[in-house]
């Protein structure tokens, strides 16, 4: 069964540095997702992508957090200058369409030193 | 409260029992979708309910939705140690932004 694949599967960096996760969504999915997992509390909506631009943010999603598709595959969330609270698991999703289930990826766990 | 609250937060059964988790959401959805997830790991998705749906079954999984009450509940039938992991439901808008609950935190004990 076709998965959504992320990496790294844990990345350390020093606070102030950017960093960039990488998502691989399945190949047919068309709606894309970055949610956040701070440990010991409940997943948090980020950002939802559609047809090449954000479509919908949450407030956590600030000028900090970008995201792109850099080809057909790939699915980025970047963030720029990074600060200890965004240490946290970092969900990759994707979904056929509106009606159909999310799928996550295992996840990117994000360590900031 | 917010979108998208399980009830219990946490729940201890024998294996062979049922579990029954409850989610209560405040605005409209889309979609209702009940995920579970293992300690460190990813969220595995277990069923998707409509917004014009009452109930779905998959296996030993029962989910039923409540528009009315603006409220779903999960139900696993003869529970196993394997069931033994964190539910979450998180709640779908039409432009596809979610919320997700606290998650219901169940022990299967064997």
């Known amino acids: 069964e076709p998965e959504v694949t992320q990496t790294p599967s844990h990345q350390v960096t020093q606070m102030g540095q950017e960093v960039i996760l990488r998502c691989v969504p399945i190949?047919?999915?068309?709606?894309f997702y970055w949610y956040r997992q701070i440990l010991g509390q409940k997943v948090e909506f980020l950002v939802s992508?559609?047809?090449?631009?954000?479509?919908?943010k949450s407030e956590i999603f600030d000028d900090q957090f970008s995201v792109e598709r850099p080809d057909g595959s790939n699915f980025t969330l970047k963030i720029r200058s990074t600060k200890l609270e965004d240490s946290a698991m970092y969900f990759c999703?994707?979904?056929?369409?509106?009606?159909?289930?999310?799928?996550f990826g295992d996840g990117t766990r994000l360590s900031i030193l | 409260s917010q979108q998208g609250e399980e009830d219990p937060q946490a729940l201890s059964i024998q294996e062979g029992e049922n579990a029954t988790m409850n989610c209560s959401y405040k605005?409209?959805?889309?979609?209702l979708q009940w995920y579970r997830q293992n300690s460190g790991r990813g969220l595995v998705h277990l069923i998707l309910?409509?917004?014009?749906?009452r109930e779905k079954h998959s296996g030993r999984l029962r989910v039923t939705l409540d528009t009315s009450k603006k409220s779903s509940s999960l139900l696993i039938t003869a529970s196993r140690a394997a069931d033994t992991a964190s539910y979450f439901c998180?709640?779908?808008?039409?432009?596809?932004?979610?919320?997700f609950g606290d998650g219901t935190t169940l022990t299967v004990k064997p």
């Open positions: 605005t409209s959805i889309n979609n």
């Open positions: 992508f559609y047809n090449n631009e954000i479509s919908e």
């Open positions: 999703a994707s979904r056929e369409d509106i009606n159909q289930p999310q799928h």
């Open positions: 998180a709640c779908y808008t039409n432009a596809g932004k979610s919320t």
């Open positions: 309910i409509r917004s014009n749906e």
């Open positions: 190949s047919n999915h068309l709606y």
